[in-house]
């Protein structure tokens, strides 16, 4: 037999093994999606969890690192207790194609609707991408351009004046509060669902105020129609150099907003660790870090256990905060 012949054979038989290991009872192959995955918006269209979603969606597909596609579907209804509820549905009939982008009412609505049955620390901890931050705004014509100026604004107005925000007793009204409690003032919360319309609430001058994330009033405030007065955040943001922080103008607060994905209750082990893989990806990759910058996101990536213990943390600060505001 030639040599070129028995080497022939030798690959034949070596390939022949390969495919009888490869299918062999107890070798594991690596898991990945087998349909389309349901990935949930806990909030409305043009906001920031939805923009962001979208965003990761887009890297995904364009770099090819999912087998199926990721399709977004917005669920704000009841402050995210629809998103929560249907996730919650998903762990008992398809946990390993459902995964959903969440926020600060991920903590606050659980705990003000117990009668939902969501206990968050049954969810599975897949990836924090950032903590969003927080600005105060005004339209440019109501001439303020400071936080005296507001005070005295506010005041006159009393009740009068609208601080539109995103959903009830959730992040933008637990800052309003803070607003309300800070400067002596009693403004009027309107919620919205999404916190695309509330910008445009504001540009539009059907709201006073907002306490929007940047990438939800960049576009505003690209065009002049609006102005940040303060930060809710540790030291100023590089795009928004004008604006001081509450710290500086003598209120110690600071509030972040996470940008999480989860993952359904009872997700297996192996789907997990698909999901943490894929979206580490998406964190580490320019597309995402270019975002980062340009959206004033802060916080780095937590996953598994060390995001669980970010969850049981923030819940009991968000639980502290509706007590303290009477809402619990």
Same mark, same amino acid.
Do not use: C
């Given at each position: 037999?030639?040599?070129?012949?028995?080497?022939?054979?030798?690959?034949?038989?070596?390939?022949?093994?390969?495919?009888?290991?490869?299918?062999?009872?107890?070798?594991?192959?690596?898991?990945?999606?087998?349909?389309?995955? %349901? @990935? /949930?918006?806990? !909030?409305?269209?043009? $906001?920031?969890?939805?923009? =962001? #979603?979208?965003?990761?969606?887009?890297?995904?597909?364009?770099?090819?690192?999912?087998?199926?596609?990721?399709?977004?579907?917005?669920?704000?209804?009841?402050?995210?207790?629809?998103?929560?509820?249907?996730?919650?549905?998903?762990?008992?009939?398809?946990?390993?194609?459902?995964?959903?982008?969440?926020?600060?009412?991920?903590?606050?609505?659980?705990?003000?609707?117990?009668?939902?049955?969501?206990?968050?620390?049954?969810?599975?901890?897949?990836?924090?991408?950032?903590?969003?931050?927080?600005?105060?705004?005004?339209?440019?014509?109501?001439?303020?351009?400071?936080?005296? %100026? @507001? /005070?005295?604004? !506010?005041?006159?107005? $009393?009740?009068?004046?609208? =601080? #539109?925000?995103?959903?009830?007793?959730?992040?933008?009204?637990?800052?309003?509060?803070?607003?309300?409690?800070?400067?002596?003032?009693?403004?009027?919360?309107?919620?919205?669902?999404?916190?695309?319309?509330?910008?445009?609430?504001?540009?539009?001058?059907?709201?006073?105020?907002?306490?929007?994330?940047?990438?939800?009033?960049?576009?505003?405030?690209?065009?002049?129609?609006?102005?940040?007065?303060?930060?809710?955040?540790?030291?100023?943001?590089?795009?928004?150099?004008?604006?001081?922080?509450?710290?500086?103008?003598?209120?110690?607060?600071?509030?972040?907003?996470?940008?999480?994905? /989860?993952?359904?209750?009872?997700?297996?082990?192996?789907?997990?660790?698909?999901?943490?893989?894929?979206?580490?990806?998406?964190?580490?990759?320019?597309?995402?870090?270019?975002?980062?910058?340009?959206?004033?996101?802060?916080?780095?990536?937590?996953?598994?256990?060390?995001?669980?213990?970010?969850?049981?943390?923030?819940?009991?600060?968000?639980?502290?905060?509706?007590?303290?505001?009477?809402?619990?």
């Amino acid at each position: 037999m030639s040599i070129a012949r028995r080497g022939m054979l030798a690959l034949v038989g070596a390939l022949g093994i390969g495919a009888v290991a490869a299918s062999a009872p107890g070798v594991a192959q690596a898991w990945e999606p087998q349909k389309p995955v %349901e @990935f /949930v918006i806990m !909030a409305g269209q043009g $906001g920031g969890a939805d923009k =962001m #979603a979208r965003l990761m969606q887009t890297v995904i597909e364009k770099n090819g690192w999912s087998s199926k596609p990721l399709t977004p579907i917005n669920k704000p209804g009841g402050s995210g207790a629809e998103a929560l509820v249907h996730l919650k549905t998903k762990g008992g009939s398809d946990p390993d194609h459902t995964i959903m982008v969440t926020l600060n009412s991920f903590y606050t609505t659980p705990l003000r609707q117990p009668g939902l049955g969501v206990d968050i620390a049954t969810f599975t901890p897949i990836a924090r991408m950032a903590e969003d931050t927080f600005l105060l705004w005004v339209h440019k014509d109501s001439g303020i351009t400071n936080i005296e %100026e @507001f /005070v005295v604004a !506010a005041k006159e107005a $009393g009740n009068d004046w609208v =601080m #539109a925000g995103t959903g009830k007793l959730q992040e933008d009204q637990l800052l309003t509060d803070f607003l309300n409690a800070a400067y002596g003032l009693n403004m009027k919360y309107v919620p919205y669902k999404g916190g695309g319309k509330v910008a445009k609430q504001l540009a539009g001058q059907h709201a006073n105020s907002t306490v929007n994330n940047p990438s939800e009033q960049e576009g505003f405030y690209a065009s002049g129609d609006t102005v940040p007065l303060a930060a809710f955040t540790p030291d100023r943001l590089e795009l928004f150099p004008d604006a001081p922080t509450f710290r500086e103008l003598g209120q110690d607060f600071v509030y972040f907003m996470q940008r999480s994905v /989860v993952g359904a209750p009872g997700m297996s082990d192996e789907a997990a660790a698909y999901y943490r893989e894929l979206f580490q990806k998406v964190y580490e990759s320019e597309d995402w870090q270019a975002y980062r910058k340009k959206k004033s996101l802060y916080g780095d990536f937590l996953s598994d256990q060390a995001l669980m213990d970010y969850w049981m943390t923030e819940r009991e600060i968000h639980k502290a905060m509706l007590s303290e505001m009477g809402a619990l």
